[in-house]
C-alpha cells in the first residue's frame, strides 16, 4: 500500500465523503498506470454478499483519475478534471476484496499536458480492469470504460 496517495485519497474524502466510507487504499501509481483496493465489508457489501454496485464505481473512478490527479496536483494546477461518461461490464461476482487497475498512466499524462497547452477540453477513455485477486487470480469481474474529461480553467 502507498500511504502518502492513500493519505491524498483520504483527504479528497474531506470533499467526497462517500470515499472515506469505502476505505480504499492505492497498491499502485506510477507512469504506467494505478491500482485501487477496496475491501468488502460491512458498508461496502450488497444483500447477497458480493461488493455493492456503487463501491463498485468508486473504485474504479479512482483507478482512472489517480493518475490525472497527481499530475494536476504536481505540474498543471490549471487543469480540471471531471468523468464524461462510463460504460461497465459486470462478468461475475465481486465477493472478495476488489483490486481496480488501469495501465492508461501514460495516455493520461498526455491528455493533461494537451488539455494543459491547448486549453481545449480533452477527453480520454480510460480502462479499468476490476478483479477478486484473492478469489479469481487475474480474472477480471468487471470491466469499466470511463471518459476521463481534462480543460484549463
Not at 461496502?44 to 483519475?65: E, P, R
Not at 480492469?129 to 471518459?147: H, I, M, N, Q, S
Amino acid at each position: 500500500m502507498l500511504l502518502k496517495e492513500t493519505a491524498l485519497i483520504r483527504l479528497l474524502g474531506l470533499r467526497i465523503p462517500l470515499l472515506l466510507l469505502v476505505g480504499p487504499r492505492v497498491l499502485e501509481l506510477d507512469d504506467e498506470g494505478c491500482a485501487v483496493g477496496i475491501p468488502l465489508g460491512y458498508l461496502t457489501k450488497n444483500h447477497l454478499g458480493s461488493m455493492y454496485f456503487g463501491a463498485l464505481y468508486v473504485g474504479a473512478d479512482l483507478a482512472a483519475g489517480l493518475n490525472a490527479t497527481k499530475l494536476i496536483l504536481a505540474r498543471h494546477r490549471k487543469v480540471n478534471l471531471i468523468f464524461k461518461d462510463c460504460r461497465s461490464e459486470f462478468l461475475k461476482r465481486a465477493d472478495g476484496d476488489v483490486v481496480f487497475r488501469t495501465r492508461d498512466g501514460s495516455r493520461i499524462r498526455q491528455a493533461v499536458e494537451e488539455a494543459d497547452r491547448s486549453g481545449e477540453r480533452i477527453t480520454l477513455p480510460v480502462e479499468v480492469v476490476a478483479t477478486v485477486p484473492r478469489k479469481y487470480g487475474d480474472e477480471p469481474v468487471a470491466r469499466f470504460t470511463l471518459g476521463l474529461s481534462l480543460k484549463r480553467k
